[in-house]
């Protein structure tokens, strides 16, 4: 839509306004409630540091001034009018970035990718960057390099894995920092002594609330935070423009960053050791980025720049200006943020920052569950139970376990270190870790991506990556008090995610080596040697082409099997969406009369899995249009050849035509009731009548409609799913870490991981399992 071509008697145009608009107000309460509250906790963290106030106010300037262009240049430019244009089909983060580079560069470590993959619509979605002539030799010349070279592509996905591992530690950190910097109002109304009793139980009940509340859902409770921040946001500013014509009307002088540079030159080491809670004052900013596929760019810029920084400066600027005229205030115990509130409204603005505090963390802790799912989805994290609350609104789920995990360890944090000096230095290196890794992402994205010089991209990683870097320096300095914490939370989710990433291919590895030829499937004959039963055999497997082992495995233990065969491999590909009409790749594996198809589900590292009962639909319909649409081949024997080699070649791509595609086959099922006289007195069973809804279309091949008669037929006797049941070793000779990573670490996961996402509500009497030992 056009919405810089405004005109008022255009009813589409007014619309288009009002749906941005709209979507401004929404990301209020779900992308900048962690960035709103960081006023409540930024001064008293800086001051912890033991800088002393003098009377020309020189500290407190230099700290305005280093908060108001740390604000303009980091979550303004960089990531409003530089970062948020790097979304990958709408979609934004930090494994939104490595998906753009995975498919610019090649570097994936996706085990099954395939050819075939490559045409999907949203693969290569990039006409606003792809203009012929535009790409420069320095493009070509890295992506070649990040493809030859091995190590690189596992130091990207390590870097990767570093800022999704610090967005977790942040969604520990981030709500123990924000609701206890909340409850920090208490202590004005009582000693110092009688708070610290009060101050923790408090902040760990609320803590638990909103734990308990994931369960429910964003969508039922996210009517009311907007509403919220924007309360909350109207009132810092308010307070902040108060303070500022009450106390002093000319702090606005700190702007200028001549104050930064006499900050650092007067307090020397304990400036630069503030810095850690300087940049505090920007947490919440990679949610922007990180949110964007909820909201379009327009509206999360418009939210910011009309609103949350302007609010935020006032703010800022309030608190020096009350700072600034009372000297006498130097401990951390009186410099909060409750102290520059007038005491009138202090209790009412004790409960908004309370709930503000809530919708803040609310927002990190969805992140943190989206962040996990897309480890899960590029093969990083094991698999979790992923529940979609909302079927209106795409995005918003629920991590049980992961949920309960947050909750124990962000008790932990507060309990442990009971005071907001500690917590937020622990909070201030995950964020500024995190950034430092969009940063580094987003400098060959420039070059990859957008076909930029190199020159560019140097200079945006200098700037950027120097500002960075001075507060990371000054976080990684406090590790022993408090910083330590990401740290350690970071390097053993990054020990789980690599494990798991390390096990899962050398399992994908023992599965190509160990594949069946389509020689030795022929050599059994139509019938493959047993006796066919009624029925759809469904094989689980990750391979994308040829036989697996397990299926030869399961012929010598069992003399009998389905009259329709499917080799199933669900699998993810580095996008964030795929199309319906571009979900299944179909393909046969021997001659016709055999009846066995190769499916490929493909999903993006944002979709939804749909529940068994659609899925298999789906796949059924998928088959049957794939039939009907076949065209006749007389090598067929020469393509299935070619189809085990390259893995994809030769396979339709069909969508799930069961409920979008229009013109495709649509499958019918009634229940209807069959009597069986066998027993004594006899009985009713029920018996699914099922029935294809066939379009007109041209001749099809001979024999289709009787192939999707006994397609037909093979669903009305039912679906049964063999999934192999592996047991990883390593081989022998391996040396001490591998065996180590795989006997115990992978197999640890392996065994408490969840089963495929379309297996949860598979029927125990339908599945069956074939148990193999994988020595890699």
Known sequence: ???????????????????????????????????????????????????????????????????????????????????????????????????????????????????????????????????????????????????KHRILQKVLLILALIGACMVIGDGVLTPALSVFSAVSGLELSMSKEQHQYVEVPVACVILIFLFWLQHYGTHRLGFLFAPIVIVWLLCISAIGLYNIIHWNPHVYQAISPYYMYKFIRK???????????????????????????????????????????????????????????????????????????????????LGIAILAAVVGSQAVITGTFSIIKQCSALGCFPRVKIIHTSSKFHGQIYIPEINWLLMLLCLAVTIGFRNTKHISNASGLAVITVMLVTTCLMSLVIVLRWHKNVGLAIAFIFFFGFIEALYFSASLIKFLEGAWVPVALSFIFLIIMYVWHYGTAKKYEFDVQNKVSVNWLLSLGPNLGIVRVNGIGLIHSELVSGIPGIFSHFLTNLPAFHQILVFLCVKYVPVPHVRPGERFLIGRIGPKEYRIYRCIARYGYRDIHTDDVEFERDLVCSIAEFIRS????????????????????????????????????????????????????????????????????????????????????????GMAFIMGHCYVKAKRGSGFIKRMSINYGYEFLRRNSRSPAYAWNIPNASTLEVSMVYHV
């Open 1 to 147: 839509m056009d919405l810089e071509a405004r005109n008022s008697n255009n009813p589409i145009k007014r619309e288009s306004w009002k749906t941005v608009l709209t979507l401004a107000y929404q990301s209020l309460g779900v992308v900048y409630g962690d960035l709103s509250t960081s006023p409540l906790y930024v001064y008293q963290s800086t001051f912890a540091e033991d800088i002393q106030h003098s009377d020309s106010n020189e500290e407190i300037y230099g700290v305005l001034s280093f908060v108001f262009w740390t604000l303009t240049l980091i979550p303004l430019l960089k990531y409003v009018f530089i970062v948020l244009r790097a979304d990958d089909n709408g979609e934004g983060g930090t494994f939104a970035l490595y998906s753009l580079l995975c498919r610019h560069a090649r570097v994936s470590t996706l085990p099954n990718c395939q050819v075939a993959d490559e045409e999907l619509s949203e693969y290569k979605n990039d006409e606003d960057f792809d203009v012929p002539g535009s790409k420069v030799s320095g493009s070509d010349r890295i992506r070649t390099t990040l493809e």
């Open 630 to 717: 076949e065209k006749p081949d007389i090598r067929r024997k020469e393509e299935e050849d070619d189809e085990d080699d390259d893995g994809g070649k030769t396979m339709a791509v069909i969508g799930t035509s069961s409920r979008q595609v229009e013109g495709g086959i649509r499958m019918c099922e009634d229940e209807g009731e069959s009597y069986c006289a066998e027993m004594a007195e006899g009985f009713r069973a029920r018996r699914r009548k099922v029935r294809f809804v066939v379009p007109e279309s041209p001749m099809m091949v001979e024999g289709a409609m009787e192939e999707m008669r006994e397609l037909m037929e093979a669903r009305e006797a």
């Open 267 to 349: 307090t020397k080491r304990g400036g630069w050791m503030s810095l850690g809670g300087i940049l505090l004052c920007m947490t919440g900013s990679e949610a922007m980025f990180a949110d964007l596929g909820h909201f379009s760019q327009l509206s999360i810029k418009i939210a910011f720049t009309s609103v949350v920084y302007p609010s935020l400066i006032l703010a800022y600027m309030g608190q020096a200006a009350y700072l600034s005229k009372h000297h006498a205030m130097q401990s951390d115990y009186r410099i909060g943020f409750y102290v520059s509130v007038p005491e009138k409204i202090r209790w009412p603005v």
